[in-house]
């Protein structure tokens, strides 16, 4: 059909055919295809090593496999190859191009060793993906631009990100209802976990026992100030310091895209991601309880969070609050782009607001957050597109301080001490997967809002002339 579109407005206005500067905004980009020999084997090879490259990047960043998968066999469609099938497992893509039946088929695979948060590699590589769509650039070109791309030293210094971690910590401080001796020790705290495991990992340390000393390390500082900050009028409630830090150590993981992956029909990839951030928050689970009973031989007894504090209708300005700057630092530690850092905060502000708003209700905090993340991953799904930034920077930006620090550690010390904790451990297991899959949803709510249509060739005339 879209051929037949391009060949009728070429007959009878005699123009070019619409590119993707000339079709309104909403309507159907008609791709540029460059013939390919299919018994040039170097050719095929080029073309497929490219599409993986771009593939390995979106796996490493956290996409989920479906939509990996489709980039995938969108650059090897562009570059002639229309007859592949790629698969897209935890740390492996696959891609086999056939060549009809007359020709064997040509089968290439590139494994993921490690998995990084560089938000701005992989907004980068979205561009690049939507320059070989509208200029059609040769495989080797773009190959030199892959190149640059990887080898690009991160757009912000370390210490930029350290800081920014802290910077997080200190906003999910704000949106638990701290004060600001529990701000600033979440953001010391949240340092030091980030120095330590960056110094940890560089030694080849296993992430598991990384979370693992992070969740000890959470829990250190809290315990230290307690007795005498515990009677001094300041506020001092250490556990938000605690929850601030595990909130920290969750926001690594690739939660969403293991949802993500369940819901959109990668079961093998789901599980296997949702394996790993079962395994990473297990690891901080042990560190946290490792470290109560570390500081229970010195008769140090942390006070239990047996249930949410009051909130009300004054404390949802400084939620707001906090959940922007705790999202627009996640943003910021991740390497995003400048352009990105505004909408995290407002993803942030906005979960924050939908989750303040609704636990006023009685609908209760399941509800309230998984109807707060629908709606970032709606906002997220629209405004990527008009700010040429990832739906995935925005949306997991915008829940980061959402994620159920306070009912993990009010579970871990439930178990530790006897006095129950499995509701609540049960309570941030439903909490997280509903973040992820509220975001899934109004990712795809999204998509379906700016489905494009088909286009007018009337129009695409007119923009021509």
Known sequence: MRDLLRRGMDRVFGTRPATIDTIEPGSIVIAPRKPIDLRDEAAITEVLDLALRIGAVLLDAGTGAVDTRHQVEFVANIYGLEDVDVDVTFNTILICARRGSTLPPITASRTVYYRSLDFTRLAQMDRLVRKIRRLSITPATAHGIVDDITEAPHPYPRWVATLAWGLMALGVGIFLGGTWVVWLTAFATSVVIIEVNRRLNRIGTPPFFQQMAGGFLAVLPAALLNPVLESSGLGFRPTQIIAAGIIVLLSGLTLVGAVQDAITGAPITGTARFTEVVVMTGGIM??????????????????????????????????????????????????????????????????????????????????????????????????????????????????????????????????MTGTGGTSAMVTAFIIGVGLAAGVTLGEFIARILRRPRLPNVFTAYRRTR
Do not use: C, K, W
Not at 372 to 385: M, Q
């Open 286 to 415: 042990i560190g946290v309880a490792l470290s109560i009973r570390f500081v229970g031989l010195f008769d140090v007894h942390l006070p239990a969070l047996t249930a949410v504090p009051p909130f009300g209708a004054a404390d949802v300005p400084a939620r707001v609050v906090g959940g922007a700057i705790a999202a627009f630092a996640f943003a910021l530690a991740s390497y995003a782009e400048r352009r990105a850092l505004p909408a995290a905060f407002v993803a942030g502000a906005i979960g924050s607001g939908v989750t303040a708003a609704l636990m006023l209700t009685n609908l209760g905090p399941v509800f309230g957050y998984a109807a707060a993340a629908t709606i970032v991953g709606l906002v997220g799904g629209i405004a990527a597109r008009r700010s040429l930034t990832p739906p995935l920077v925005i949306a997991v930006a915008g829940i980061t301080p959402l994620l159920p620090g306070q009912a993990i550690y009010r579970g871990m010390y439930g178990l």
